[in-house]
């Protein structure tokens, strides 16, 4: 009884996503996945969410709502939320037992922005359809495309930081023999040659549709000339494995493509082998074999892989395969972030960045250190979805996404930036003011301050950034304090005069909120800016029981993230 009544939930749920039509599978879906032990039990299941969701679908819409918002108002939130959001199905999902994608990094870099796309859909359409997300590290090029030991961890946790945990590994280093194996298949049905024709040659025939006197050769010869690749009888350059295609292909590029070839891994080891072979597969060699092996169903990738596929489809055909479902999206470019993996890397090896986090980087560990959280990352993707159209995108659509997730729960605190000094006479007797560590949920808690003039003045610091705003109007107000006038702007001091205490006057005068610290209070502050600069002034007291991840703003300044509390505090500016 339990269970039906979960269905009905499920069921409504999915018809209020649905124009009041719920869909039979995705409610069997979501049930499974929320009770996995009814798996054993499917037959009835479905027989019972195929009646419940027939009983359902009669009701009105207006009816089914009222359900919902009468037994599991939240849930009703919730569902809203992730329909905003939804991403259009796959195609021919049925065909397949399972939804199967991947992720397919060469670890030759950390992870940055541009490889969201791909690492969020996959993962999202994997969820979508419960079925299963692959890491699988392409690590097949030790001489130009290098890979390091380090980044197979640091892309391992850039996912994880992304949520999106993958649910099974492959290194295409550990699958050498693998790929041996198959182009020995190939070579022996004759759709693959050993062409040991100069790159030049070979091109200068190839792009008239004329075959190299290599592709001739008989089965057996091929297989003379695959071990001396193997045995070093060819050395580097001087023989590759070409893939047979149609040499009359429009894309030049396309035909007899190049599968294997020889890297000379004494002069170039690799990272994680050595030297252990000499012979390696190219990118559409591997990941065409490793796609099927592993049962890819759903390829999610770049257009500009639609040639690769092309490539591949020949292949395929010759190993008698099914290509798997290839979705291209378009490109997406981040205004102002460099996203070419090769810049990142030489600048930082140069020193032109300090470190692989740092603030000018678009990468995944930069966004971290600066407080960018993970699921607006996540949600800024989902809102593109895969659209086959070009994306450019700008920093600020992504603080756009980290501002609804962080603004709700971020603390408010003080920090004055290149602080100055503010001297108030004329002030009436002491206060003692409180401000909310947020404004939207007082629950959070209040800073207090307390001002105890002497001689009827006090001294405060308040942001020389606010000067300007001084000069121009006479009649300022300390964020929940007083109102005061400014009297004179000298180089190092502000004199000013108390003129009130009511908030509701600096309203009617239009009167500026400024922040402030009452003068010898506070914790000196450095907050790294997204050019790398350095943004130096004192933060409130309250920020010592601040602890390195948390997520706060400095009013009228920025969200920014905490990361070191000691001495005093450093922080990285996230957005305004
Ligand atoms: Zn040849």
Excluded at 389 to 396: G, I, K, M, P
Excluded at 491 to 500: D, M, N, P, R, V
């Amino acid at each position: 009884m339990e269970t039906k009544e979960t269905i009905r939930k499920f069921a409504l749920l999915n018809a209020f996503g649905h124009e009041g039509k719920a869909q039979m599978q995705s409610v069997l879906g979501k049930i499974l996945a929320e009770q996995p032990h009814l798996k054993t039990k499917i037959k009835e299941v479905a027989n019972l969410v195929k009646e419940v969701v027939e009983e359902i679908n009669k009701l009105q819409p207006g009816e089914q709502k009222r359900l919902i918002e009468k037994s599991w108002p939240e849930a009703l939130l919730k569902e809203k939320i992730e329909e905003e959001r939804i991403l259009p199905s796959l195609p021919n999902v049925e065909k397949y037992k399972r939804v199967v994608t991947r992720f397919s990094p060469n670890p030759d870099c950390v992870l940055h922005l541009g490889s969201a796309r791909a690492i969020v859909l996959c993962y999202e359409y994997a969820k979508k359809y419960d079925g299963v997300f692959y890491l699988r590290f392409e690590d097949t090029d030790p001489r130009l495309k290098k890979s390091a030991l380090q980044f197979y961890d640091s892309i391992r946790r850039d996912l994880i930081w992304l949520g999106c945990k993958w649910d099974a590994e492959f290194i295409q280093s550990d699958r050498i023999l693998i790929y041996y194996e198959h182009a020995e298949k190939l070579l022996s049905n004759g759709h693959a040659y050993v062409c040991t024709c100069q790159s030049k040659e070979f091109r200068r025939k190839i792009l008239v549709k004329k075959p190299c006197p290599c592709r001739d050769l008989s089965p057996s010869d091929n297989f003379v000339r695959w071990k001396h690749m193997l045995n070093g009888a060819y050395k580097e350059g001087e023989a590759v494995v070409r893939v047979k295609t149609d040499l009359t292909h429009p894309n030049p590029a396309v035909r007899d493509w190049p599968a294997l070839r020889i890297i000379d891994t004494t002069r170039y080891p690799h990272p994680r082998v050595g030297s252990k072979y000499r012979v390696w597969p190219l990118y559409n060699f591997a990941c065409g074999i490793d796609d099927h092996l592993i049962g890819v169903t759903h390829i999610i990738r770049g257009k500009e892989h639609l040639t690769n596929q092309i490539r591949q489809e020949y292949m395929y055909t010759h190993f008698g395969w099914e290509y798997p479902e290839a979705i291209h999206y378009g490109r997406l470019k981040v205004t102002g972030a460099s996203l070419s993996k090769s810049k990142i890397v030489e600048g930082v090896r140069s020193g032109v960045y300090r470190s692989w986090d740092d603030p000018r980087l678009a990468t995944f560990l930069a966004l971290r250190r600066r407080g960018i959280a993970p699921e607006a990352v996540k949600s800024l993707i989902i809102d593109v979805g895969p659209k086959t159209s070009d994306v450019t995108l700008s920093w600020e659509n992504l603080y756009a996404h980290n501002r609804k997730i962080i603004d709700p729960v971020a603390k408010r605190y003080f920090f004055v930036h290149n602080p100055t000094e503010l001297s108030v006479e004329k002030i009436p007797h002491p206060f003692v003011t409180k401000l909310p560590l947020h404004p939207d949920h007082p629950r959070k808690g209040f800073r207090y301050f307390k001002i105890e003039p002497k001689k009827n003045k006090a001294s405060f610091l308040i942001s020389s950034n606010d000067i300007d705003l001084l000069k121009a109007r006479k009649k300022i107000r300390l964020m929940g304090l007083f109102n005061f006038k400014v009297e004179k702007i000298r180089k190092h001091l502000i004199e000013a005069s108390f003129s009130s205490k009511s908030h509701e006057e600096a309203k009617k005068l239009g009167a500026p909120l400024i922040h402030w610290l009452p003068i010898d209070t506070g914790v000196s502050c450095e907050v790294t800016m997204p050019d790398a600069s350095i943004a130096k002034g004192m933060a409130e007291e309250n920020c010592k029981k601040l602890h390195s991840d948390d997520i706060i703003q400095f009013e009228r300044f920025g969200f920014a993230r905490i990361d070191k509390v000691d001495k005093g505090i450093t922080a990285y500016f996230a957005h305004r």
